[in-house]
């Protein structure tokens, strides 16, 4: 229920596990994001650091839940330094590391990539850049510095 958004705080740069099938052992360095609601009858979720209840439905929502209630800034990102599905950090690679793997049109237009360690995926500064940068101005408002 929470997929997009721990997406999302990955390619933000946020050390982020995903657990599908929610929590099983609690991580106390960790906090967890949860839509789970506390009722009669289900066990307390304990031992983490601290829980967050996400109420939001979409992702966009969910993201400015999470910034909030754990306090982010625009300081605490570095967008594109982990993998999106994995959460490994990304290795810098040089075009003829990612030959052969990447389109054609990729190979003629980029020089800049990076790659998974962990699961091999290949990343490299496309129009998702853009689509990040636009959702970070969203929670933070936009960056005097640029």
């Known amino acids: 229920m929470l997929g997009g958004l721990a997406k999302w705080l990955r390619l933000l740069g946020l050390d982020t596990y995903y657990l599908k099938h929610g929590p099983l052992t609690p991580m106390p360095d960790r906090v967890l994001l949860t839509r789970r609601t506390a009722r009669a009858g289900r066990p307390r979720l304990a031992g983490w650091q601290r829980v967050v209840r996400i109420s939001a439905d979409r992702t966009a929502g969910q993201l400015d839940e999470a910034a909030s209630a754990l306090g982010l800034s625009r300081a605490d990102l570095a967008p594109m330094t982990r993998c ?37 995926r290949i990343y490299w500064p496309g129009t998702h850049h853009g689509r990040i940068e636009a959702v970070i101005e969203s929670l933070f408002g936009a960056d005097e510095n640029a």
């Open 84 to 120: 999106g599905v994995c959460n490994h950090l990304l290795a810098s690679a040089g075009p003829e590391e990612v030959e052969g793997r990447v389109p054609e049109y990729v190979m003629n237009s980029q020089t800049r990539f990076s790659t998974c360690p962990g699961c091999g």
